[in-house]
Every structure is written in structure tokens, then in C-alpha cells.
């Protein structure tokens, strides 16, 4: 066995934590630690808050009238790939939880970037299972939204997001928690030897902790745990999608209620013992000194005590590396089909039969972006054999059948507009299949393909889940459209004060009415009800029905959405625009899901027909 490499040794790796930048930027929502420094300069302190195994108190922020308590302790100290274990009774003092926590080991996605910070780009805290709430003053019975951050299932932390403007937006009606889960090979690293002696999907293990947490102790904050809405995006959304899956989704509401996953990522998803996670993890143990030059797992159980003892350094500088290795655009170390907490892939048991497609929960929203896929696709691709490459590197088990059924799909014709760029309109030609402002011709079909299979179609098939599979359930589908809506853009204006004019293309209308139907949803579990809430926005006369479901009589029209055109029963999909021109308008239209950008929903059928050459 070769020793674990010295700290000197790790040292001289360098890392990055420039992918992103690299890439097309997107709207920035206003700096968090702003308002940090304006909890710290509160005139007051928060209530003392007593979870019995430690007392905690924050501060109280003005500006919203609301109560910040900052890195509150869920779990103990994790063991490395082990269940989480409840926090140790310390009541020695009252903590002071006024800063972020500490965030988890970070690990970025490939390509590794030619300059790098170590201590920037990655290093973290194994012990990073904390969590922040925010609750309105004087909170009684509030509904619960409980956020999981996205990043890929490698990076990420609770401290950027505060949904406070949000809950103004919606009279502060609800209190907010925001957690942190192990990330990374800490968090997802799987193999039949992980399996063996502890558990794969450990950061979806603490997802679920924080949730039971949320189950036992919200209610000491002035929330109602029976009036949970879990959320996330990217890697966020997908993992709204697993916890809606969870133990074959027959946890019914005894963790949740209502759902919201935007753009829920779903990049593979194989078996824990499948020849692709056992190879990160043998890559990992390599890095980490683990395994002998021979590269030989002979004595599985020594390489696994390896790991557990490694020093912190080692380990964070392994997943990295290894991550920095996989395939482009993509991280190593992502959730696995268990078998336990995971059972199915999502196609499996979100497009079952009515007996098969059980989810956790009652209603959910689902949302895409207009550009998901062009952070994570090379844009170089500029012929058919180009695209094919890219199409078989990432899914190496698509058959000669199934890549003829995707060019028939997705095959640029040879009239296809290709200059000038713009975004389409979903409703006429051309469609997103080969233009948008950002690319065109065979790169646009590359970028849209992967949007489509990685993004749009989970959402789709959640939305499913909870209505055409399940009547008693309701979901509703949206896409935000606005220009440069590439992924993660719809996060802006969720976080933003729609009071301030600034140059950014979104008008306050827009955002108080995208807040609007986050916040309804939250709220009452229907994204167009007025009752009690406030209505944000001008209402128009289409309605934003549920997916799937007939319309009701006495509906009411969903804020902010304008005229659109004739649509047919069944698959609603709210489209979330605005104007051209300056200054830019709120232009909401409902549309037929299914034909939207040229028959999305064929083509998502397509990729529920191959999902066991694409997501093993």
C-alpha cells in the first residue's frame, strides 16, 4: 500500500475555480454580504432559540423585519462516508450564529483550467453540515422553504442565498432555511466498497437529516414543518427530484408538502457499483495514495481504512483533481442509483405506470432556462461529425439505432438560419433546435441536445410525476426566456430588490411577479392563487393551468402572464419573457408544452425511450 502523500506534495498542485468564468456570464443578484454587514449593524439581537442540544442566537435585520440565525449546527461532524449522526448536547453557552458556515470541500468540473488558487478554488471543511434560517419577526405557523444550493454536487454553500426579498414580495410569509451537504467525493463517491463499509449518496443523506431536522425544530422559529416547500437549482433541482423519489417516493408528506426544481440537473445517473463511479473511485483512491502502483484493489478493505484516515488535504486535493478529469462540463462524483435511498432512475420511476410512479409530496413546480446547455458543451462544434463525437463521448452506449432517431431530431436542415443569432420564439420556426442569440447551426444543436437531456426533460418528466401518473397531485411548468437566459440566470431576479432600477433587462414588474409565483407557491401550494397573498403584477386573461389538469371553474388568471396563443387541454407551460426594445416589459404567455420549440415533448419522449443508454 502507498503511503498517503504528503501535505508538501498536495501543495504543489495548483486548482481552479475559473470554469465558470470562462463561460457567458449571467445576472448577478445583489452582493449577500451586504447584507450580512447589515445584520451585524442591527440595533437588535434575535431571540435566544433553544434546540436542546445548544442554544443559538442571531440578529435581527431591520431592513426586513426579519430574524437571521447563521450557521446553525444540523448534524455532528460527518464520518466520512458514513450516515449523519445528530449534533453533541452542547449548552455551555449561547452561540452566536451570526456568520455563514463553513463550506464544504469544493470540487469543480472539467476542463481544469490552466491556472489555478488551491486555497481559493477548493479547500473547504469536512465539518460543513450547517444550515441558515431566516424568519420573519414574530413568526407563527409560517410555510417552510428549504433551499439545497446548486453547483453540480461539487460546489457551493449556503452563503449565497437570502430569499428575503422574495418573502417581502409575499407580505413575509414564510421563513426560509438554507443548507449545506457534503460535496464532492465526500459527499457522492460510490463504489461496491463504498457500499460495503459505509453508504454511497452520503450528501443526499444529509439533505434528508436537515429535512427530519426541519421536521423536529422549525417550529421554534414560528414555522409549521406540515407546510414544507423544498427547492433548489441545477444541481439543487435535481436534487429536489431525488428527495421526491426517495425510498421509491412512499415517504408521502411526512418530510415535505409542495416541491420547486429549477432546472433540475440530471447529467447520468448509474448504478453505485457501475464500471464508470467504481472508476473515479479507484481514480480517487490513486490520488489519495491509496492504492498500490499497480493500481490494484486486491485488499479493498485496507484501501477504504486508506481513505478514512487520510489527512483533509490529501482527500480535498483527490476529489478535485479526479473531478477536474471527467468528462467536459461535467463532475465525477454525482448521485448513483443505491438501491436503498435511490431505487430507480428517474425515468424508471417518474414515468411508471400509475402502481410504479409514486413521488413524495403533493404539488410541484418545475422550471427551465430558454440556454441551459451552453455552459457545458465545447463551442467548437460546427459540423455533424463534430456533434456526433460530443453525443457519443458524453453517452458512449448510445446504440447505431438511437443516434439515427436523435438525428432525426436534431439534424440541422440545410436551409437552417444560421447568422444573425437570436433567440427564438418557441411558438413559430426556427426553433432553439438550431438558433439562438448565443450559437447556431450544428454548435446550437449540441448546446440545445444537452440542455434538453441533462435540464428540460427532467423537468418535464417531474412534472409528470405529479399529475398525468398521479391525479391527486398538481404540478406546474415554466420556462424563463428572457435574453441570455442561460443556466442559473433565473436566480437573479429571485433574489433581487424589485423596487431599485438598475440597467438589468428584467423590469420590477417582472421580477415582483416571478417572485410572486415562487412565493404563492410557497404559500398557499398554487403559484396563481390571490387569496390572502398579495397579487404581483397585471393579470391577463389566459390561464396558467396545472400540467395535466382540466381547467377549474373560478380559476383565476396568473399574475403578470399577457395574451398568448390558442393552446390545447393538457400541458400548460407558462413562458416567462419580456419585451424588446428599452425599456424592456414583462411579456408572459401560456403555450402548449408539448409543441413548444418544435415538439420539445417528442423529443423529451425520445429521451425517456434511450434513458438506459444515456443515464448509466
Known sequence: MATVMSVKRLLAFFFASAFAAALPTTPEPPALSDRLSNELGAAADAPVIDLDYAQYQGVHNTEFNTNVYRGIRFAARPKRWQLPEAPKTDRSAII?????????????????????????????????LFLNVFAPANATKLPVLFWIHGGGYGAGSASSFDFSFMDQTVGNGFISVVIQYRLGAFGFLSSADVAKHGTANAGLYDMRFALQWVQKYIDRFGGDPNQVTIAGESAGGGSVMLMAMANGGNDGTSLFRRAIASSPYLPTQPDFNDPLPTDYYLQFAKAAGC?????????????FKCLQSADTLVLQNASSSVSYGARYGQWAFIPVTDGQLIQQRPTQQLLGDSSSSKVNGERIITGNNANEGTYFIPQ??????????????????????????????????????????????????????????????????????????????????????????????????????????????????????????????????????FQGVWGRFILTGDPTATTGVDAVGAAGSKRWRSWGGEMEDGAVPVAAVGEGGSI???????????TSGAPSKADWTVVDGDKWEGGRGERCALWAELAGEILE
Not at 390545447?568 to 416567462?576: A, F, I, M, S, V
Open 96 to 128: 452566536a450564529a451570526t456568520s455563514n458556515p463553513p463550506r464544504c470541500p469544493q470540487s469543480n468540473p472539467a476542463p481544469r483550467p490552466a491556472t489555478v488558487d488551491f486555497n481559493s478554488s477548493i479547500l473547504g471543511n469536512e465539518d460543513c
Open 291 to 303: 492504492v498500490d502502483t499497480t493500481g490494484s484493489l486486491s485488499d479493498n478493505d485496507l484501501v
Open 380 to 513: 467548437n462544434i460546427t459540423t455533424e461529425s463534430s456533434f456526433l463525437s460530443v453525443l457519443t463521448l458524453n453517452y458512449p452506449s448510445l446504440t447505431p439505432s438511437s443516434l439515427a432517431k436523435i438525428l432525426t431530431l436534431y439534424s440541422i436542415p440545410t436551409n437552417a438560419t444560421l447568422s444573425p443569432k437570436f433567440d427564438t420564439n418557441g411558438l413559430t420556426p426556427p426553433y432553439a433546435t438550431e438558433v439562438s442569440a448565443y450559437a447556431s447551426g450544428w454548435q446550437q444543436a449540441a448546446n440545445n441536445l444537452y440542455a434538453e437531456t441533462t435540464f428540460v426533460c427532467p423537468a418535464y418528466w417531474l412534472a409528470d410525476a405529479y399529475s398525468t401518473r398521479n391525479k391527486n397531485k398538481k404540478a406546474w411548468r415554466y420556462q424563463f426566456s428572457i435574453p441570455n437566459a442561460f443556466h442559473g440566470a433565473d436566480m437573479s431576479p429571485l433574489l433581487s430588490d424589485p423596487t431599485i432600477p438598475t440597467a438589468r433587462i428584467q423590469d420590477p414588474a417582472f421580477i415582483r411577479g
Open 568 to 578: 390545447r387541454w393538457g400541458h400548460d407551460l407558462l413562458n416567462l419573457n419580456v
